[in-house]
C-alpha cells in the first residue's frame, strides 16, 4: 500500500483560478519526492493541501492508511519548512527548536534530549544559545529544518528551502538536506522551480505545469526519456525545432508520422559531420559561450537554431560569428513530439 497518496486532488479558488486539476501521485516510506515546475503552477497550493493549511475541492490524501484530509492540521504529524526561514526572532535557536514540542506538552527531559539531536542532525549544536539574528541565512534554515524534524514527524514538507541562499550555499545545503532525509529515512516533499536542484535532490521528480502533472519519474527518466514537450524542454536545454518532412536528412521514414517538432539535448550534437550514419545540418556561428568547464556554440541553420556544448573546450578556442561549420548527430538521439506535446516514438526506438 502507498505510504501517501494524493488521489484526483483539485483546487479552485475563488474567481474561478483552478490552481489544481485532477493531481494524482504517491509517496513510498523513505522517498524524497520532489515537486517541480514554474511559478504558479500549484505546488505550494498542493504542498498546504498536504499540510492541512488549504482544503481541496475535490479528491482525497491518505497518508500511512489514514484520511489526511479530514485530520486537522495540528494532528497530521507533518513537518514543513518554509523559503522564508519563518524562525521566532526573540527565541534562542533551541528554544526555535523546542518550540513544537513545547506544544505537543512533550516532557522538559524529553524534549531537551530531542532538541540536542536534532541540533547535532543540522550541525547547529554549538550555536544552540545564539538568537537567530546572529545567525547567517543558511543557519537559519537549518533551525527550519531542527524544528520540522524534532517532531518526528510522518512527513516531511519543504518549500523551495533554499530559494534564499546564494548559489554555493544552495548546493552545499540542498545536498545536506538529501543526507537528513536518507539517515533518518522521513518520507519528503521538496517543492522547488530549479530544475538542476530537482534532479541532484530527488529520489522521484513530479513535473507540474499549470495544476497538472506532466510526469512522474527518477532523475533520469525526466532527463533522458521525457514524455511531453514541456518536460523536455523544461528540464535542462534542448534545442527545439518545427519538424519537416523534406527536413535536416534524417533516414527516411525514420521520424514517426504524428512528429510536429523535434528536439535534441545540446550534449548530443557536435560540430562537424561526425561518424557515417550520422545527420549533418550546415549552418553558421551565431554565438559561442565559453563557460569554463564546457562551452556553448550557438548555430543558425535554415532548419532553426542549436546550440551545442562542446565538453572541456581548448582555451584558445574563439569561434567568430559567421564561421561556417556543419553539426552533427546521431538520429537515435532524436525526440519527437506531436501537435499536442506528447511524444512519439520513431520507427527505432518503438
Ligand atoms: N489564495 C489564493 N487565492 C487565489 N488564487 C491563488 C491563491 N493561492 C494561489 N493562487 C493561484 O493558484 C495558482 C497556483 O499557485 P501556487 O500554488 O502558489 O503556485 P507555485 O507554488 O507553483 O508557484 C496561481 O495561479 C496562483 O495565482
Ligand atoms: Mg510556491
Not at 513537518?79 to 518550540?99: C, I, K, R, S
Amino acid at each position: 500500500m502507498d505510504y501517501l497518496a494524493v488521489e484526483n486532488a483539485s483546487k479552485t479558488f475563488g474567481g474561478g483560478v483552478r490552481a489544481l486539476d485532477g493531481v494524482s501521485f504517491s509517496v513510498e516510506r523513505d522517498e524524497f519526492f520532489t515537486l517541480l515546475g514554474p511559478s504558479g503552477c500549484g505546488k505550494t497550493t498542493l504542498l498546504r493541501s498536504i499540510a492541512g493549511f488549504a482544503d481541496l475541492t475535490e479528491g482525497t490524501i491518505t497518508l500511512d492508511g489514514a484520511r489526511l484530509d479530514r485530520t486537522p492540521p495540528h494532528r497530521r504529524d507533518i513537518g514543513m519548512v518554509f523559503q522564508d526561514y519563518a524562525v521566532f526572532p526573540h527565541l534562542t535557536v533551541a528554544e526555535n527548536v523546542a518550540f513544537g514540542l513545547k506544544a505537543r506538552k512533550t516532557p522538559a527531559a524529553e524534549s531537551a534530549a530531542r532538541v540536542a539531536e536534532a541540533l547535532a542532525t543540522v550541525r547547529l549544536g554549538a550555536l544552540a544559545a545564539r538568537l537567530p539574528a546572529a545567525l547567517s541565512g543558511g543557519q537559519q534554515q537549518r533551525i527550519g529544518l531542527a524544528r520540522a524534524m524534532v517532531i518526528r514527524p510522518k512527513l516531511l514538507l519543504m518549500d523551495e528551502p533554499l530559494s534564499n541562499l546564494d548559489a554555493k550555499l544552495r548546493i552545499e545545503l540542498r545536498d545536506e538536506i538529501r543526507d537528513i532525509q536518507k539517515s533518518v529515512g522521513t518520507a519528503a516533499i521538496y517543492v522547488t522551480h530549479d530544475q538542476e536542484e530537482a534532479l541532484a535532490i530527488s529520489d522521484r521528480i513530479c513535473v507540474m505545469n499549470a495544476g497538472r502533472i506532466e510526469q512522474i519519474g527518477t532523475p533520469q527518466e525526466i532527463y533522458a526519456d521525457p514524455r511531453t514537450i514541456f518536460v523536455a524542454s523544461f528540464v535542462g536545454t534542448m534545442n527545439v525545432t518545427p519538424w519537416d518532412a523534406a527536413g535536416p536528412g534524417f533516414p527516411p521514414g525514420f521520424a514517426p508520422d504524428r512528429a510536429h517538432v523535434w528536439a535534441i539535448r545540446p550534449e548530443h550534437l557536435r560540430i562537424g559531420e561526425g561518424r557515417p550514419g550520422a545527420v549533418a545540418i550546415r549552418g553558421e556561428v551565431d554565438k559561442y559561450t565559453y563557460l569554463g568547464r564546457e562551452a556553448h556554440v550557438a548555430v543558425r541553420t535554415p532548419d532553426g537554431r542549436f546550440v551545442i556544448q562542446v565538453a572541456d573546450p581548448a582555451p584558445g578556442l574563439r569561434m567568430q560569428p559567421g564561421t561556417p561549420v556543419s553539426v552533427g548527430f546521431d538520429p537515435a538521439n532524436a525526440l519527437f513530439f506531436d501537435e499536442a506535446g506528447r511524444r512519439v516514438a520513431t520507427t527505432r526506438t518503438s
